[in-house]
């Protein structure tokens, strides 16, 4: 039964990896328009209920939850909540070369909010793992998270550029005055701050 909990992790990995891609928001919004970014946006919401409720039924179906199970559990769900709140708020903010940049809801306290539900979700994977794998099953999945952190981390880059590119200097604010995914991780460059205060 063991195998199968790690099985059903490695599918999560997948999936989420795919997921990752698909949000990729400056590349949906250069190829697709928006309406893509709407659709992938309701499409890992989907995605991670459907992750939660298959894991809850394979643990508590064969009486294998541990307390750190429990945990893991309240980790995936903080991740579907925080998405769901993200997508929500990412509709009101306004995004305008005129008027600039103007968050709304969660985007206040962080840029990117989704990537931060991926980031808690994948914890939570690495967290079962440990529980239930051996050392080199859990180092192998670890890799590939690994690879989707790098590109959780390149892509909020990019993404931040063709906000800068796109509302200027109001995106420039926002950017160092609030978190990227956690605290203390604003992703700047000091230079670029002292810049934009002596401006």
């Known amino acids: 039964m063991l195998n199968l909990i790690i099985i059903y992790q490695i599918a999560q990995i997948i999936l989420l990896a795919a997921a990752a891609l698909l949000i990729n928001e400056s590349s949906a919004v250069k190829w697709r328009g928006r309406q893509w970014v709407g659709l992938t946006s309701g499409l890992m919401q989907f995605l991670y209920v459907w992750l939660v409720v298959g894991y809850l039924y394979l643990i508590f179906t064969q009486s294998i939850a541990t307390n750190w199970d429990l945990v893991a559990l309240f980790l995936m769900l903080l991740a579907v909540l925080l998405l769901m ?3 929500t708020d990412k509709k009101n903010c306004i995004i305008d ?5 103007k968050p ?3 985007y206040r306290q962080l840029r990117h909010p989704v990537y931060t539900a991926l980031v808690i979700y994948l914890v939570a994977i690495l967290l079962i793992v440990a529980i239930h794998a051996e050392l080199t099953t859990g180092i192998l999945v670890a890799l590939p998270i690994a690879g989707i952190l790098l590109f959780l981390y390149t892509n ?3 993404e931040e550029e063709l906000m800068e590119e796109t509302c200027g200097k109001s995106f420039l604010v926002y950017r160092y005055s609030v978190y990227a995914t956690f605290p203390l991780s604003y992703y700047q460059d000091s230079s670029e701050e002292s810049d934009l205060t002596e401006q």
Do not use: C, K, N, T
Request: hydrophobic share 30%.
């Open 104 to 106: 709304s809801g969660i």
């Open 85 to 87: 709140r993200s997508v």
């Open 97 to 101: 070369p005129e008027q600039g940049f």
């Open 156 to 158: 909020a880059q990019q």
